[in-house]
């Protein structure tokens, strides 16, 4: 998930009671659902280095025992340098609980979506997939947030920090092409019932009850999402089929985009499309392609591979391109992640 979804589901943990259980609760389960994300550090590196080392090290089970150590640590130590007073210490067992309860929710939701991660590094590289939520979900933003901008908006301060990230959020989801007006609508309407539940003079007991009903409603709302895939791809019963998938869309996780991935071949649906795209083994030209220093990540994280090899007269080479159909279809202009090309020349170099 994105930074966002991670750190309002880290403060609507907090708002549904357990922010009473020690001083620095809040700042210990927000903290927590984002700390595996330090590997964030390497996007500075480039695309294809952070698809290579984005999701592992940080996110694997190793990481998960020892990140609750070290934020517990932090948090304590950060109580002596501010205060160091008996009356804000935190209590220890319920410090490290929380700090459990925040790094661990943040390789679940991470699982939810058809990016994966590998939860089993550094002992083991393999990427699991969840295939609930797409990697940003507009409705996850909604239903933790209506809680937290009533428990977080006393000031005005806080108003115009909550205005200035509804807009900006607001932005982002009607102004992008890949969701569509009913879910422009929806979001328009969302936004709309937390102002009103805003403008009604809210209390942090109702803060509470809202952010309460927003965590189960989203908790329903994943297990839902996740069954009707399940369904979905059990429904499949073709001769030769070696796997389903349904990967949510983007703003319409009900809505499925399958891939049925055979011996030859794929099949994939979405909506009213029904595309069969041969599926065969990388020839020395694409081998050469996947073996590039350049696509290292790409090659590892790809997860249904589809390529094109285009000869180049100019310099007697190739053009490569390749295309992972959980995000990429054939012939479709590249927009994001799903999408690499290498250029191999005459001697099956890649340059």
Request: net charge neutral; charged share 20%; proline share 6%.
């Amino acid at each position: 998930m994105d930074p966002v979804a991670h750190t309002f589901f880290g403060a609507v943990l907090a708002q549904t009671g357990l922010k009473r259980l020690t001083p620095y609760a809040t700042g210990t389960l927000i903290i927590g659902a984002n700390i595996p994300d330090a590997d964030a550090i390497v996007t500075f590196l480039g695309e294809d280095t952070s698809l290579y080392l984005r999701r592992g090290m940080t996110h694997g089970i190793l990481a998960m025992a020892i990140w609750p150590l070290i934020l517990s640590g932090l948090v304590f130590l950060w109580w002596r340098f501010r205060s160091g007073k008996p009356q804000d210490k935190p209590d220890p067992k319920w410090l490290l609980f929380l700090a459990c309860i925040g790094t661990w929710s943040h390789p679940l939701l991470d699982w939810m979506n058809t990016y994966g991660v590998r939860l089993l590094m550094p002992f083991d590289g393999t990427w699991f997939y969840g295939d609930t939520l797409f990697i940003i979900d507009p409705w996850f933003w909604l239903m933790t947030a209506a809680g937290l901008v009533l428990a977080y908006s006393t000031s005005k301060r806080a108003i115009i920090g909550w205005t200035v990230l509804g807009f900006l959020m607001t932005v982002l989801v009607v102004g992008t092409p890949l969701v569509s007006l009913g879910v422009k609508i929806g979001w328009i309407i969302g936004v709309a019932t937390i102002l009103a539940l805003r403008l009604y003079k809210p209390t942090q007991p109702r803060a509470q009850t809202v952010a309460r009903i927003g965590l189960a409603s989203l908790i329903l709302y994943i297990g839902l999402v996740f069954g009707a895939a399940r369904v979905m791809e059990s429904s499949f019963k073709n001769e030769g089929l070696i796997e389903a998938h349904a990967g949510p869309l983007p703003g319409t996780p009900f809505e499925k985009r399958v891939i049925l991935v055979f011996k030859d071949r794929y099949e994939l649906k979405e909506g009213e499309v029904e595309i069969v795209i041969k599926r065969e083994e990388p020839d020395k030209i694409v081998q050469a392609a996947l073996e590039a220093e350049s696509i290292r990540g790409f090659s590892n994280w790809m997860r249904y591979p589809y390529w094109t090899v285009t000869p180049e007269a100019e310099n007697n080479g190739w053009l490569v391109e390749f295309r992972d159909l959980r995000y990429v279809s054939p012939g479709e202009e590249p927009r994001g992640i799903g999408y690499a090309a290498v250029r191999v020349d005459k001697d099956l170099r890649p340059r």
